[in-house]
């Protein structure tokens, strides 16, 4: 019988490398190594990170879609400028259509949900300790320790969008997840608002818990507004 379709060793020393390299050059991207606006040249890439060009060109690929690069016709990839304030807001509006929705829907699941949930906000409370424990507000945070904690706040939300019976919601959120990922790199070089977001995840989960659907809906409005709030001020824009 055949291998399943990729599973051949070849191919997955290929995704490994790939993976690699995407995850190099994006530690280059979000510790600001590569400045916004720089070209990438894909064999100059290669050369650096010492690999052919090939797995260079399918991590580009791969960035282009978080937005932290874009590719122009003929000229290749840049890196891309952080968001403005105008796509700021629209990022933001956009995320609370999404998530009260999906908050209201997965109301209708809520047993199946809260186990998983609860791990989740257990562990984005965990990793918002780690930034805590660093002490002063002065040093900036590793990369690491805010990758670690940021995806723990993408899991929390992507376990209601999970349950919230929609797929295509899922694959809306995980599409948004990207320019989110690009608005961390325009505002955080450390999150400052550890405290505020556990305890408004810790609201949603009370609320579910409780049978309180609406209230679990509207702790998760209030959530991205205060999220919003927060990021603006970290952007210097305001509110």
Do not use: C, W
């Not at 650096?48 to 290749?76: F, H, I, M, W, Y």
């Not at 049978?211 to 305001?238: K, L, P, T, Y």
């Amino acid at each position: 019988m055949s291998r399943q379709q990729g599973a051949s060793p070849a191919g997955i020393d290929r995704r490994g490398l790939r993976d690699r390299v995407y995850d190099m050059i994006l530690r280059k991207l979000l510790e600001g190594e590569i400045p916004a606006g720089a070209r990438l040249s894909i064999d100059s890439m290669a050369k650096v990170l010492n690999v052919s060009p090939t797995p260079v060109r399918e991590a580009l690929v791969e960035l282009e879609r978080t937005g932290l690069v874009t590719r122009e016709a003929l000229k290749g990839y840049r890196v891309a400028p952080p968001l403005n304030t105008e796509q700021l807001e629209e990022l933001f509006q956009a995320r609370t259509v999404l998530e009260v929705e999906a908050a209201r829907l997965a109301g209708a699941h809520v047993p199946a949900m809260l186990p998983e949930l609860r791990e989740r906000q257990r562990r984005h409370s965990e990793e918002g300790d780690r930034i805590l424990a660093r002490g002063s507000a002065d040093e900036p945070v590793p990369l690491q320790l805010t990758q670690d904690y940021f995806q723990s706040d993408f899991e929390f939300h992507r376990a209601v969008f999970e349950h919230s019976g929609n797929r295509y919601l899922v694959g809306m959120y995980e599409s948004l997840g990207a320019l989110t990922h690009r608005m961390r790199q325009a505002v955080v070089r450390g999150p400052d608002d550890v405290t505020e977001a556990a305890a408004e995840h810790l609201a949603v989960v009370l609320a579910y818990e409780a049978g309180d659907v609406d209230g679990a809906v509207e702790a998760m409005r209030a959530h991205i507004a205060n999220v919003r709030q927060r990021s603006m001020a970290a952007s210097g824009d305001g509110v």
